[in-house]
Each structure stands twice: as structure tokens, then as C-alpha cells.
């Protein structure tokens, strides 16, 4: 009689890993090598018995519409569609960036520009006020 270590269990006389029976918090997507999916389509295609393709999809935990989708990619010549994509926006590149930056700071010095108007207008009605004369300035010239 063979024994079990921590995490095993045994089935006949073989030691099978005990399976984690908490749920995740987030499922983790799956993703499969160009290799894995070419090797899973050869052995699609080899089964020639009713039943073959089925128990090669449950053996390794495939869903027929994955199948189906490799051969697809397989027939448009897309190989490199095999290959598992990166998900989410893509980044933008470094002169949209700098747009982007250069949007902010002209948007920044714009609403400066008005508080510093506001501020020479009430210094303005001040000095009217005080009888106080203010020296002559070029005006702002607006766009």
C-alpha cells in the first residue's frame, strides 16, 4: 500500500494532486502558445472515430468553439492570430502624448491668464475708488 503525501490523494496505485476547491476572486484567462494550439489541431484532425474529438477537447479542458476558431485562423493563413493578443486600450504613442501634455499646460496658463485679468480689473475699480492713478500698460491681446 502506497502512501499519500500532504496534497495527494490516491487513486488505484498512483498519488493524484489534490485540487484547490476555493474559487478565485477573478477567473485567470487561459492562454495558449502558437505551438499548443497546432499541436491540438493535428491531434483534431487525426481522430477519426466518433467520439475521438470529444474526449481530446474534455482531456485537456477545451471548448469545441476554441477548436473551432484555431481551424478558421488556421484556413485565413492568420498564424499569427494564433498567438494570444494583449487585451485592453492600446498606449498611445509619443506625439499624442505630447499633444496631449501640451492641451493641458495651454489649458493651465489659459485659466492663469483669466485670474490674472480678474485681478488687474479689480485692481483697476480699487485704484478708481482711491483716486489713485495707475501707470499706463499695453493691453492683452486676446486670441
Known amino acids: 500500500m502506497e502512501i499519500a503525501h500532504k496534497g495527494e490523494k490516491l487513486k488505484g496505485d498512483r498519488a493524484l494532486p489534490v485540487l484547490d476547491p476555493e474559487v478565485k476572486e477573478r477567473p485567470v484567462r487561459r492562454h495558449f502558445t502558437t505551438e499548443y494550439k497546432l499541436r491540438i489541431l493535428e491531434e483534431a484532425d487525426a481522430c477519426s472515430e466518433p467520439g475521438e474529438t470529444g474526449a481530446l ?3 485537456e479542458g477545451l471548448y469545441s468553439s476554441s477548436l473551432a476558431t484555431w481551424r478558421r485562423q488556421r484556413r485565413e493563413g492568420t498564424l499569427a492570430g494564433l498567438n494570444p493578443k494583449k487585451r485592453g486600450r492600446k ?42 492713478t495707475l501707470p499706463k500698460t499695453e493691453a492683452i491681446e486676446e486670441d
Do not use: F, H, M, P
Not at 499633444?99 to 491668464?113: A, T
Open 57 to 59: 477537447l474534455r482531456r
Open 91 to 132: 498606449g498611445d504613442d509619443e506625439a499624442t502624448r505630447e499633444i496631449k501634455r501640451l492641451r493641458r499646460e495651454n489649458e493651465k496658463l489659459r485659466q492663469q491668464l483669466e485670474q490674472a485679468k480678474t485681478v488687474i480689473e479689480v485692481q483697476k475699480k480699487l485704484s478708481d475708488v482711491l483716486g489713485i
